[in-house]
Nanobody, 118 residues
Framework: QVQLVESGGGLVQPGGSLRLSCAASGIIFSTYAMGWYRQAPGKQREWVVTIISGGSTSYADSVKGRFAISRDNAKNTVYLQMTSLKPEDTAVYYC????????????WGQGTQVTVSS
């Protein structure tokens, strides 16, 4: 049974920081690219960042320089360190795992709410 369990969301002030975690089980973690997506109220889900097993990363322009993704393959966990948060970062953040060779193996976490407000 595949599970992606997210944690770390909450309410922060503009300019603040937050660290999200996603713990995976039921997959061979090193064979999956991991990513974070977000969905704001009334908006479509958008891609934020991806990291492959070897550590290469890609960021959306909206978060580049402020967010940092990392993964610990030994712990089957991916992290998203968010700094200099803005109100427009407010969204439900979702963890995603996609197999590097088979796109049909595509899993999502339950989402965690991030609210940036004064």
């Amino acid at each position: 049974q595949v599970q992606l369990v997210e944690s770390g969301g909450g309410l922060v002030q503009p300019g603040g920081s937050l660290r999200l975690s996603c713990a995976a089980s039921g997959i061979i973690f090193s064979t999956y690219a991991m990513g974070w997506y977000r969905q704001a109220p009334g908006k479509q889900r958008e891609w934020v960042v991806t990291i492959i097993s070897g550590g290469s990363t890609s960021y959306a322009d909206s978060v580049k320089g402020r967010f940092a993704i990392s993964r610990d393959n030994a712990k089957n966990t991916v992290y998203l360190q968010m700094t200099s948060l803005k109100p427009e970062d407010t969204a439900v953040y979702y963890c995603n795992a996609r197999h590097i060779y088979d796109d049909s193996l595509d899993y999502w976490g339950q989402g965690t709410q991030v609210t940036v407000s004064s």
